[in-house]
């Protein structure tokens, strides 16, 4: 009797490595400005950002006028703003950068939250730090604002929000409307609760259990709100929602 055949059983090669993972693309590198009189300061933050991976500065401006002309030149995408230079002063010279560029600018102050600081955040400024801030807040600062976020606590919100509150907004039947009125005529309904809570300084999270909507809802509104009412970030709305008469 012949015995049965046996089917050979191709061979499977053995790996010798495992397969190499998938790269992880390098976060883009974050370019930074500096603005201010005081030369000590523009080299002890540049030693600091040079050293950081992921960060360079790429420039570095002694007065307003010479940080128009540098960030329209070097493109950052952050520059740290002194407010009391000669000539130009950080408010004007933000006024510019915001309306000509994407730079975020970040308002340096040696007193927190001082009238200066609102006139920043009023031409455009995404935030502002205490000049005497940590190295690690500081850095911290540059990644939150070139992510495209307000620069601003919950804490630091309240207190701009207490500063609005302070001003009497602007009549409702005054002969010429704030151009923020115009605005908030052409936000849905939704769209001005969620305006209001964050005037209230609310976060996403708090804004949605307070309406019963998903988190990522409340940011679609959010992005649909900074469209609307050309707002730069979260401080930008706090401002618009006190100009415009919706928070009082």
Do not use: C
């Not at 000669?86 to 939250?113: C, H, K, Q, W, Y």
């Not at 001003?167 to 052409?186: G, I, Y």
């Amino acid at each position: 009797m012949t015995p049965p055949v046996i089917p050979e059983v191709p061979e499977v090669p053995v790996q010798s490595r495992m397969p190499a993972p998938p790269e992880v693309p390098a976060r883009p590198e974050i370019r930074v400005m500096l603005a201010d009189d005081q030369a000590l300061l523009r080299v002890s933050l540049a030693a600091l950002l040079n050293t950081e991976p992921g960060m360079r500065v790429v420039g570095a401006a002694q007065d307003g006028a010479q940080a128009v002309d540098l960030a329209l030149e070097l493109r950052p995408d952050v520059v740290l703003m002194d407010i009391r230079m000669p000539g130009m002063n950080g408010i004007d010279a933000t006024r510019e950068i915001t309306r000509a560029s994407a730079a975020r600018v970040v308002i340096l102050t040696s007193f927190d939250l001082d009238e200066y600081v609102f006139s920043g955040l009023r031409a455009g400024a995404s935030g502002f730090l205490v000049k005497d801030s940590p190295p690690e807040d500081i850095l911290t600062a540059i990644r939150v604002v070139a992510a495209g976020d307000a620069l601003l606590t919950p804490a630091a919100t309240r207190r701009l929000i207490d500063r609005f509150t302070a001003t009497p907004p602007t009549p409702a039947d005054a002969p010429e409307p704030h151009p923020s009125r115009l605005r908030l005529a052409t936000l849905t309904e939704r769209e001005r609760d969620v305006l209001a809570r964050v005037a209230k300084g609310m976060s996403n999270a708090e804004t949605a259990a307070d309406l019963v909507l998903a988190t990522s809802t409340v940011k679609t509104h959010l992005t649909n709100l900074l469209a609307k009412t050309n707002s730069r970030d979260r401080a930008q709305l706090v401002i618009f929602a006190y100009e415009s008469g919706l928070a009082v």
